[in-house]
């Protein structure tokens, strides 16, 4: 990306467009429904909208955004301060580096990029919760959570993409 | 040579993004770091965070809300007979209920008056709304829309029509966060009926909390009535929680009486507990025993005493 890109008013309008987004994904993911311990965990939407940002759009995803919309989920939804918002921008920054394969590929390919992703991001929540020695949550719920998320991500690529009309760039992806 | 500046442009950024990376991820490491130390400082940044986006997160929810209400209320219709059926028999049995609670309260009230009994100051409460839960596994927590404006103190026990759900352990000027009875680090002291058996009710991510240091595990029935102890003065005493049931694995949970399924309002408790009495009074001086004998004090004169009686 060019630096006059970088600065170009449509690329800051598509970032305030994704935070704007973010925030409603993460007040979607506070909405209490059922506060009982065997209820659904709610699907990691902002992690689905990040993905998919940052494959169509990455040049508009930065790094400070995405761990502004992490932080302030891990701030309001109670998941350990600094464990979230980390493994969002790693996710991220590991998607925008797939991007080229994924464009060329077909959605079910994509679709389980994400999948792994989401799994992967748990697993590096637990990881980081265990290594400061706090009680980690179960790991089949932290699985069934991303079981979850994979599920979604289709509804949220509908939305995105016929909704919004965010469409991949495939010749700019692929070069 | 505009390719060469494009490539520069692109080596720059690349550089910047580096940088960057490695400034969240010590970030990112430090605040994991005071999250798990408890720091004050963050618990009051989560809060003024919670307190600023409260309204708007109200007015979010709320098509979430009430979309997800149509579903359950849709399920509850479907078996609306059989609720229909169950509510007579209960309303039948309340009846006759209600009819000797009032007798009781009456004669109650007569032996008050009898006695002159002074009663203990009434605990208050401030009922709020439930608008965010954690949403996810790693902590049961939940928000609610009442904060320090309202009274709401840290440490207030949170509860619902049929029994304790939590403790507040965050309050914001407009906000409070509730954890959860079945959160990880959630301990309470409890009291078992009948009997009066103390015991530790831990939270264990399950929705049935663990009962632990059960104080004579042989008196105890399933089914017995698990109340708030008040010890550590941080609950009221006798608030109910929930019911013993025995696990195959021959530990004790608690069945919780709180529907935490439908939680939408809690009330948080205002409780001052009683005066604790913790030293001895002045008449019974500590060093009374050590005190030197009145004739062996050094006389005093008139100065001397007026100085010691200032």
Same mark, same amino acid.
């Given at each position: 990306?060019?630096?006059?890109?970088?600065?170009?008013?449509?690329?800051?309008?598509?970032? *305030?467009? @994704?935070?704007?987004?973010? !925030?409603?994904?993460?007040?979607?993911? #506070?909405?209490? /429904?059922? $506060?009982?311990?065997? %209820?659904?965990?709610?699907?990691?939407?902002?992690?689905?909208?990040?993905?998919?940002?940052?494959?169509?759009?990455?040049?508009?995803?930065?790094?400070?955004?995405?761990?502004? *919309?992490? @932080?302030?989920?891990?701030? !309001?939804?109670?998941?350990?301060?600094? #464990?979230?918002? /980390?493994? $969002?921008?790693?996710? %991220?920054?590991?998607?925008?580096?797939?991007?080229?394969?994924?464009?060329?590929?077909?959605?079910?390919?994509?679709?389980?990029?994400?999948?792994?992703?989401?799994?992967?991001?748990?697993?590096?929540?637990?990881?980081?919760?265990?290594?400061?020695?706090?009680?980690?949550?179960? /790991?089949?719920?932290?699985?069934?959570?991303?079981?979850?998320?994979?599920?979604?991500?289709?509804?949220?690529?509908?939305?995105?993409?016929?909704?919004?009309?965010?469409?991949?760039?495939?010749?700019?992806?692929?070069? | 040579?505009?390719?060469?500046?494009?490539?520069?442009?692109?080596?720059?950024?690349?550089?910047?993004?580096?940088?960057?990376?490695?400034?969240?991820?010590?970030?990112?490491?430090?605040?994991?770091?005071?999250?798990?130390?408890?720091?004050?400082?963050?618990?009051?940044?989560?809060?003024?965070?919670?307190?600023?986006?409260?309204?708007?997160?109200?007015?979010?929810?709320?098509?979430?809300?009430?979309?997800?209400?149509?579903?359950?209320?849709?399920?509850?219709?479907?078996?609306?007979?059989?609720?229909?059926?169950?509510?007579?028999?209960?309303?039948?049995?309340?009846?006759?209920?209600?009819?000797?609670?009032?007798?009781?309260?009456?004669?109650?009230?007569?032996?008050?008056?009898?006695?002159?009994?002074?009663?203990?100051?009434?605990?208050?409460?401030?009922?709020?709304?439930?608008?965010?839960?954690?949403?996810?596994?790693?902590?049961?927590?939940?928000?609610?829309?009442?904060?320090?404006?309202?009274?709401?103190?840290?440490?207030?026990?949170?509860?619902?029509?049929?029994?304790?759900?939590?403790?507040?352990?965050?309050?914001?000027?407009?906000?409070?966060?509730?954890?959860?009875?079945?959160?990880?680090?959630?301990?309470?002291?409890?009291?078992?009926?009948?009997?009066?058996?103390?015991?530790?009710?831990?939270?264990?991510?399950?929705?049935?909390?663990?009962?632990?240091?059960?104080?004579?595990?042989?008196?105890?029935?399933?089914?017995?009535?698990?109340?708030?102890?008040?010890?550590?003065?941080?609950?009221?005493?006798?608030?109910?929680?929930?019911?013993?049931?025995?696990?195959?694995?021959?530990?004790?949970?608690?069945?919780?009486?709180?529907?935490?399924?439908?939680?939408?309002?809690?009330?948080?408790?205002?409780?001052?507990?009683?005066?604790?009495?913790?030293?001895?009074?002045?008449?019974?001086?500590?060093?009374?025993?050590?005190?030197?004998?009145?004739?062996?004090?050094?006389?005093?004169?008139?100065?001397?005493?007026?100085?010691?009686?200032?």
């Amino acid at each position: 990306m060019e630096l006059a890109e970088y600065l170009s008013a449509a690329r800051l309008t598509r970032i *305030l467009l @994704l935070l704007g987004l973010g !925030l409603i994904a993460i007040y979607a993911e #506070a909405a209490p /429904l059922g $506060l009982s311990a065997t %209820a659904h965990p709610s699907p990691d939407l902002l992690l689905c909208l990040i993905a998919y940002w940052s494959l169509r759009r990455p040049g508009s995803t930065p790094m400070l955004a995405v761990f502004a *919309l992490g @932080l302030g989920r891990d701030l !309001l939804t109670d998941v350990p301060v600094g #464990a979230g918002a /980390l493994s $969002l921008v790693i996710v %991220a920054e590991v998607l925008k580096a797939w991007r080229a394969p994924i464009a060329r590929a077909v959605f079910p390919l994509e679709w389980a990029a994400v999948a792994f992703a989401a799994l992967a991001s748990a697993g590096m929540q637990w990881l980081l919760v265990v290594v400061t020695l706090a009680q980690p949550p179960y /790991l089949m719920a932290l699985i069934h959570q991303s079981l979850f998320t994979a599920l979604v991500y289709p509804l949220i690529v509908i939305f995105l993409r016929w909704g919004l009309r965010i469409t991949w760039r495939k010749r700019e992806a692929v070069a | 040579m505009s390719r060469a500046a494009a490539n520069t442009d692109k080596a720059f950024v690349r550089i910047v993004n580096r940088i960057l990376l490695g400034v969240i991820v010590a970030v990112s490491l430090l605040l994991l770091i005071l999250w798990r130390t408890d720091n004050p400082r963050l618990e009051r940044v989560r809060m003024s965070v919670i307190d600023t986006v409260a309204p708007t997160m109200e007015w979010v929810n709320g098509p979430v809300d009430f979309a997800w209400n149509v579903g359950r209320d849709y399920k509850s219709f479907m078996n609306l007979q059989e609720q229909n059926r169950r509510l007579r028999r209960e309303i039948q049995a309340l009846r006759a209920w209600r009819e000797e609670a009032r007798l009781l309260e009456e004669e109650n009230a007569q032996l008050r008056a009898l006695n002159n009994v002074r009663l203990a100051a009434r605990t208050t409460f401030v009922t709020g709304d439930v608008f965010a839960d954690s949403g996810g596994p790693f902590l049961q927590s939940a928000l609610v829309n009442v904060g320090r404006n309202d009274g709401v103190e840290d440490g207030s026990a949170a509860v619902d029509g049929s029994g304790l759900v939590g403790r507040v352990v965050g309050v914001g000027q407009r906000a409070s966060r509730l954890m959860l009875l079945t959160d990880f680090s959630s301990r309470v002291p409890v009291i078992i009926q009948p009997g009066a058996r103390r015991a530790v009710l831990s939270g264990d991510g399950t929705a049935a909390p663990k009962l632990e240091f059960i104080d004579g595990t042989d008196r105890i029935q399933p089914g017995d009535l698990i109340e708030t102890s008040g010890d550590g003065g941080v609950f009221p005493p006798d608030l109910p929680i929930g019911r013993v049931v025995a696990t195959p694995g021959g530990t004790w949970r608690a069945a919780l009486l709180a529907d935490y399924a439908r939680l939408e309002f809690v009330r948080l408790l205002r409780y001052n507990p009683d005066t604790l009495i913790d030293s001895p009074g002045d008449l019974v001086r500590p060093d009374a025993v050590t005190a030197p004998e009145p004739e062996a004090l050094p006389e005093q004169g008139p100065v001397a005493a007026g100085e010691a009686a200032n």
